[in-house]
């Protein structure tokens, strides 16, 4: 696909992209970039939009996988704000040390997929690209280390 016609594309689906991802997120401003990040995307596979039948059902596809991984930020973001204390005396945010041992008592490799996903805010693929895997295996080491990092933090609270 030339240029010109990903423009003719992008400008065509972009207001539905909006208005999709407004519906999935509930705010205006996430939804713009999630339309923006779908684009995006979508330019990267642009040479193979001729393969599709339908690239507009495939831009809405992409949207949805990019709203989805929004959401997960957002409520990842939301569950570590309910394990951050406001010191009194200090007034800066201290993470619960719990959470901090559970995290550290990991293997490396899935400390590091687990800091670089939850923490520096990196998509699957770019942290599979990062430490030489697929993002399959990547997806795995971070299920893993999510259900080992609230396994022990659990543990510690329950004792």
């Known amino acids: 696909m030339e ?3 990903f423009e003719h594309l992008a400008c065509r689906v972009r207001p539905s992209l909006i208005s999709s ?11 713009d970039d999630a339309a923006q990040d779908t684009l995006l995307k979508l330019w990267f596979f642009r040479h ?6 339908n690239p507009e059902a ?6 949805r996988r990019v709203c989805i991984s ?16 406001i010191a009194d005396t200090s007034g800066s945010d201290m993470i ?13 490799m899935e400390q590091a997929v687990l800091r670089m ?4 805010g990196m998509e699957t693929p770019d942290i599979a690209a990062l430490v030489g895997s697929n993002p ?9 280390a999510r259900k080992k990092v609230r396994d022990i933090y659990q543990n510690s609270y329950s004792q």
């Open 117 to 120: 996903k939850h923490i520096d």
């Open 21 to 31: 991802a407004r519906r999935i997120l509930g705010r205006d401003d996430e939804a």
């Open 96 to 108: 619960d040390p719990g959470l901090i041992a559970a995290i550290e008592s990991l293997p490396e």
């Open 58 to 63: 495939l831009t809405h596809l992409i949207l």
């Open 136 to 144: 399959a295996a990547v997806r795995t080491a971070l299920s893993r």
């Open 3 to 5: 240029k010109a016609e």
């Open 48 to 53: 193979r939009l001729k393969g599709y039948d």
């Open 70 to 85: 929004m959401l997960r930020k957002r409520r990842c973001h939301d569950g570590l704000d309910e394990h951050i204390d």
